[in-house]
């Protein structure tokens, strides 16, 4: 796997990575154990913007409402511990599913439009999924909902906890190196081709008897089974959810993540995650007013940074 | 149910829409004929409620505050296009929307440096504050009857721009095919100056006259920004008849979910779930329909002709 | 010869500034940016002007205020109140407007065994099933405001009411605080979304075909100065309003701003007002208006009494702040003044105080300000505080 993955990664990857994997080591070194938080965040975000990718950067398809899916997954985990169903091995897959289920559901209805349509249709559904979390009372409407205990893993003679934070962290960090893997393999594999390919040429793959219509759905489903498992971590590690985490803002911030890391790069997202939450956190501290520095940064993002940060340190698109 | 309820809550529903509309035409315009996705236009809604509340506070006359500040929002409008919009029109839709939305959290945080982080109260004229009585024992908003007015009149201003003036000639021929268009010598950049600038109107004009009812407040423009699209989808993206017919639709369908559909819930639900399930389902039931739309009649229910 | 001058000067230094005191560091967590910052910015002003009153000194440990914005949101909230005790090395939390901000954020402090001081919200759960040693509320429970004007319901007559608050932790409080003590009869409610509703036309058409005695609300912040200003335009003037939280220091000046007549002699309930006449409060409200140009709101006395409450356990344990179980005892006994008179703590340290009523009046300068009419309840406390296990 690591020589999967040294092929086409410059240093910068590595060295992201290495920052990653000795975080913990390092903040109380540097007087800031918050940091170690703050990293733990950026890889879940990471790991919810590797899954935007996958459909955002290869595939084309500008779904602006992905942070439904990261909604789904925490606030499954929320219910379930709502009543007192700690067990992970329920929890989890069963957040997955959902997330998977509703994104096959959304995916397939809107697959059926193009361009600025699937854009707002994306929105539409999510925003859908925002109202149903405000409407459920019982679960905390607007107020969100307190997750008490993080899920425990208990089967068999299994019984492993993510309690300790810094346990939890790799947890997050080895799930994040999984999700990377995984992307990686799909996009390099006859699957990843045709979804590349559909972005431009769909009308030719068609004619050749590709249903292009069923790659980009089984992506647009990985896409969201991927965000679930963003939301399964944030819930356990915020101990906390509520309808705000899926309000479109938060849908695009996560395109601007991936897009500032690049687009159509398997790694891309990390760095984008990692630079958009830094530069947050990093503005916000200096003074109330940094909107006014972050936004037109935004734009120029936009604007210019085409190749996003991958671009920057000269990665290959791949 | 009395039929006089039934028929306020109409009102209601259509003067909801006509605010909406207002806001909506600026924007249908915009993306239909210019295919600019622009987030900054729910900015240009706010910057036109406080410059309008703060001339109504100095001149002491809400009338002639609207008057003076319509002016002074195109004028901020023609300066957002010329600095940051500009440069976005040859942009595919993500990059449009991604780079309004860094104009949006950038004009937020001006206007709070200008203006603070308290919202402003306008002022209305004793002949607007009060109520009028309507037939049916209605007893209705002096204001609110005034903004359906004006709503009613700049839907009938728009269509008789767009469909019997040169200049609306000359929109629609820019829109449906730019290149023959200046081909045959318009100027599509003045073209499409005029229709923002005229957009940027119609945004001022909509954050004005919901001021005196919620005052302008930083990050209004948001809170109605996606509703907006959502109509616009669902009425044809250029079409100010559709934007018109969506707008009244989904004011209605919002304001009628939350007459009656708590009682219809109480039917079902424990009354805490359906007090709070009501409102939280009628907002959901306009997101419905557009999707509905877009999966079986994309180009919205009344596109623009030729468009 | 040098090296022992060098060296003794070391050890000197080193020695007094073992002896310069060190500093008690206090998070204060408001809403600093949003629609909603008004609020926030009003406890600042107030939390500063405190500091200065002291003199910048509790004891002998400097006063350093760390303030962090929750941005309206609850994960943001969290995030920055772990950030105040992971790396802002805080003594002591204090503030939070929102209810919800502090139901998510409360665990954060109350797991790190540092005490916890509410200048606002005071949601249900914290004073009764959850509360905790070391959560302590200087402003009141939610309930009990709108049970105080339930109390002037039931003494002015009201027999029929119509209910309109919002959909979310303090909304759904208020409400319950009012059909708790309201003898008569409840004939609508419509518990709107929040935030995002700010429209009340549909529901106002209701109000008006219930034809009740009164209308009772509650809208915090921006959304309140919205609902009145639609209120005397839908035509329903002549149905007497009361409200809770809703009409107050903030919302007044805009309102007149606005000449919205209608909304002076409209009556309410809260434990404090500018008007009352103890020297504590005399001097906060003066000092603040001189200020500031405007009378505080009743969020600005708490975030003043939250310092001076501070100080009282500082001074009490002779700086001791790390011990926390000295604090906690020294804060339990509430002896400093408060602006609002008389206070004390229950078991489950939340105020046991009076509420009045207050009407909304015009002073001698022309400015709209709200005045005692009235004790609605007297040394009262919440009915959560039996469910409390303290």
């Known amino acids: 796997m690591l020589r999967l993955m040294e092929k086409a990664t410059p240093s910068s990857t590595v060295i992201l990575l290495l920052l990653f994997a000795l975080m913990p080591f390092l903040a109380p070194i540097l007087g800031e154990a918050f940091y170690v938080d703050v990293f733990a965040r950026i890889m879940i975000w990471s790991i919810a913007a590797v899954g935007l990718n996958l459909i955002l950067g290869y595939g084309g398809m500008v779904s602006f409402g992905h942070a439904a899916y990261i909604g789904i997954g925490g606030y499954t985990i929320a219910i379930f511990s709502f009543?007192?169903?700690?067990?992970?091995?329920?929890?989890?897959?069963?957040?997955?599913?959902?997330?998977?289920?509703?994104?096959?559901?959304?995916?397939?209805?809107?697959?059926?439009?193009?361009?600025?349509?699937?854009?707002?249709?994306?929105?539409?559904?999510?925003?859908?999924?925002?109202?149903?979390?405000?409407?459920?009372?019982?679960?905390?409407?607007?107020?969100?909902?307190?997750?008490?205990?993080?899920?425990?893993?208990?089967?068999?003679?299994?019984?492993?906890?993510?309690?300790?934070?810094?346990?939890?962290?790799?947890?997050?960090?080895?799930?994040?190196?999984?999700?990377?893997?995984?992307?990686?393999?799909?996009?390099?594999?006859?699957?990843?081709?045709?979804?590349?390919?559909?972005?431009s040429n769909e009308v030719r793959l068609n004619t050749v008897g590709i249903r292009t219509y069923s790659y980009r759905l089984t992506a647009f489903v990985i896409s969201g089974v991927i965000c679930g498992l963003a939301g399964v971590l944030q819930a356990n590690f915020e101990k906390f959810v509520s309808p705000d985490m899926m309000d479109w803002p938060r849908s695009g911030e996560l395109m601007f993540m991936v897009i500032m890391g690049g687009l159509g790069t398997v790694f891309g997202p990390v760095m984008g995650a990692t630079a958009y939450l830094v530069l947050s956190e990093i503005l916000s501290s200096f003074t109330i007013h940094w909107h006014l520095i972050f936004g037109p940064l935004l734009i120029i993002l936009v604007l210019y940074g085409r190749g996003g940060l991958s671009g920057l340190f000269g990665k290959s698109n791949d | 149910?009395?039929?006089?309820?039934?028929?306020?809550?109409?009102?209601?529903?259509?003067?909801?829409?006509?605010?909406?509309?207002?806001?909506?035409?600026?924007?249908?315009?915009?993306?239909?004929?210019?295919?600019?996705?622009?987030?900054?236009?729910?900015?240009?809604?706010?910057?036109?409620?406080?410059?309008?509340?703060?001339?109504?506070?100095?001149?002491?006359?809400?009338?002639?505050?609207?008057?003076?500040?319509?002016?002074?929002?195109?004028?901020?409008?023609?300066?957002?296009?010329?600095?940051?919009?500009?440069?976005?029109?040859?942009?595919?839709?993500?990059?449009?929307?991604?780079?309004?939305?860094?104009?949006?959290?950038?004009?937020?945080?001006?206007?709070?440096?200008?203006?603070?982080?308290?919202?402003?109260?306008?002022?209305?004229?004793?002949?607007?504050?009060?109520?009028?009585?309507?037939?049916?024992?209605?007893?209705?908003?002096?204001?609110?009857?005034?903004?359906?007015?004006?709503?009613?009149?700049?839907?009938?201003?728009?269509?008789?721009?767009?469909?019997?003036?040169?200049?609306?000639?000359?929109?629609?021929?820019?829109?449906?095919?730019?290149?023959?268009?200046?081909?045959?010598?318009?100027?599509?950049?003045?073209?499409?100056?005029?229709?923002?600038?005229?957009?940027?109107?119609?945004?001022?004009?909509?954050?004005?006259?919901?001021?005196?009812?919620?005052?302008?407040?930083?990050?209004?423009?948001?809170?109605?920004?996606?509703?907006?699209?959502?109509?616009?989808?669902?009425?044809g993206i250029g079409s100010i008849r559709g934007a018109f017919i969506a707008s009244i639709l989904a004011g209605v369908i919002d304001t009628m979910g939350r007459a009656f559909l708590d009682v219809l819930l109480l039917a079902l639900l424990p009354s805490n779930a359906a007090e709070a399930a009501g409102p939280a389902l009628s907002s959901m039931l306009i997101y419905l329909l557009m999707a509905a739309v877009l999966v079986f009649r994309p180009q919205g229910l009344f596109p623009p002709r030729g468009g | 010869m040098i090296k022992k001058i060098l060296s003794a000067t070391a050890i000197l230094a080193m020695a007094s500034s073992v002896a310069y005191a060190k500093s008690i560091n206090i998070g204060f967590v408001t809403t600093l940016t949003t629609g909603a910052a008004i609020i926030g910015v009003d406890q600042k002003k107030a939390v500063d002007l405190a500091v200065e009153h002291i003199g910048g000194k509790m004891g002998a440990l400097d006063v350093n205020i760390i303030y962090e914005d929750d941005e309206f949101n609850p994960q943001k909230g969290k995030q920055k109140t772990e950030k105040l005790i992971k790396s802002g090395d805080v003594d002591i939390v204090a503030g939070y407007i929102w209810s919800h901000v502090l139901l998510a954020s409360a665990p954060v402090v109350l797991n790190a065994n540092k005490i916890l001081i509410s200048a606002n919200a005071g949601p249900s759960p914290l004073a009764g099933k959850?509360?905790?040693?070391?959560?302590?509320?200087?402003?009141?429970?939610?309930?009990?405001?709108?049970?105080?004007?339930?109390?002037?319901?039931?003494?002015?007559?009201?027999?029929?009411?119509?209910?309109?608050?919002?959909?979310?932790?303090?909304?759904?409080?208020?409400?319950?605080?009012?059909?708790?003590?309201?003898?008569?009869?409840?004939?609508?409610?419509?518990?709107?979304?929040?935030?995002?509703?700010?429209?009340?036309?549909?529901?106002?058409?209701?109000?008006?075909?219930?034809?009740?005695?009164?209308?009772?609300?509650?809208?915090?912040g921006k959304h309140g100065a919205a609902f009145l200003k639609q209120y005397a335009q839908a035509g329903l003037s002549s149905t007497p309003l009361y409200s809770v939280y809703t009409l107050d220091s903030l919302s007044l000046p805009r309102l007149q701003q606005a000449k919205m007549t209608g909304v002076l002699g409209t009556t309410m309930t809260q434990f404090w007002s500018p008007d009352m006449d103890n020297p504590q409060n005399k001097r906060f409200v003066a000092d603040f208006k001189k200020k500031h140009g405007s009378y505080p709101s009743f969020y600005a006395a708490q975030a003043y009494d939250s310092i001076f409450l501070i100080k009282s356990a500082v001074e009490a344990t002779g700086g001791k702040v790390g011990d926390v179980d000295a604090m906690r005892a020294a804060l339990e006994k509430a002896d400093f003044a408060s602006v609002r008179g008389k206070v004390r703590f229950g078991n489950n340290h939340f105020p046991i105080q009076n509420f009045y009523s207050r009407e909304v009046v015009v002073d001698s300068n022309g400015k709209w300000t709200t005045k005692i009419t009235g004790v609605a309840l007297k040394d009262h406390q919440d009915v959560y505080a039996k469910d409390c296990n303290l």
């Open chain 3, 130 to 220: 959850n509360c905790h040693k070391n959560f302590f509320n200087i402003s009141w429970q939610n309930d009990q405001t709108p049970m105080a004007l339930g109390e002037v319901l039931n003494q002015r007559a009201i027999k029929s009411l119509y209910v309109l608050a919002p959909n979310y932790a303090a909304g759904k409080d208020m409400v319950a605080g009012v059909e708790r003590t309201f003898k008569g009869k409840v004939v609508g409610k419509d518990m709107t979304t929040w935030p995002t509703q700010i429209d009340w036309s549909a529901e106002f058409t209701k109000v008006k075909a219930a034809k009740p005695d009164a209308v009772f609300t509650f809208y915090p």
């Open chain 2, 1 to 235: 149910m009395d039929i006089n309820i039934f028929v306020e809550q109409l009102l209601n529903g259509f003067q909801l829409g006509m605010l909406l509309f207002l806001f909506a035409a600026g924007l249908t315009l915009v993306f239909g004929i210019m295919d600019l996705v622009n987030l900054a236009h729910g900015s240009i809604y706010m910057v036109g409620a406080f410059t309008a509340a703060t001339l109504t506070l100095w001149l002491d006359s809400f009338i002639l505050g609207i008057i003076f500040a319509l002016p002074l929002t195109l004028l901020f409008g023609m300066v957002l296009e010329f600095i940051a919009l500009r440069t976005i029109y040859a942009r595919d839709h993500m990059d449009q929307v991604l780079a309004t939305f860094g104009l949006i959290l950038f004009l937020n945080e001006l206007v709070r440096i200008i203006w603070g982080p308290a919202g402003l109260a306008i002022p209305l004229p004793i002949l607007l504050d009060g109520s009028i009585n309507l037939p049916l024992g209605i007893v209705y908003p002096t204001y609110r009857l005034f903004i359906i007015l004006i709503g009613v009149l700049v839907a009938i201003g728009l269509y008789w721009l767009v469909a019997k003036t040169r200049l609306g000639m000359l929109i629609r021929a820019g829109a449906s095919n730019r290149v023959m268009a200046s081909a045959l010598g318009v100027n599509i950049r003045l073209l499409f100056t005029a229709v923002f600038g005229l957009g940027a109107m119609l945004a001022g004009l909509a954050g004005m006259l919901i001021a005196p009812i919620n005052q302008a407040q930083i990050g209004m423009g948001e809170e109605i920004l996606i509703l907006a699209f959502v109509v616009i989808v669902i009425g």
């Open chain 1, 83 to 199: 009543h007192e169903i700690n067990n992970g091995f329920i929890q989890w897959p069963v957040a997955l599913a959902i997330s998977g289920a509703v994104a096959l559901l959304f995916g397939a209805l809107s697959l059926r439009t193009k361009g600025v349509y699937f854009i707002m249709i994306t929105l539409a559904f999510a925003q859908m999924i925002y109202f149903l979390g405000v409407s459920a009372d019982k679960y905390g409407s607007n107020d969100g909902l307190n997750v008490w205990h993080r899920s425990h893993f208990k089967l068999g003679n299994v019984n492993f906890k993510i309690d300790d934070n810094i346990t939890f962290y790799y947890v997050i960090f080895f799930l994040l190196l999984l999700v990377i893997y995984f992307t990686r393999r799909l996009v390099n594999s006859r699957f990843g081709m045709v979804l590349k390919g559909s972005r």
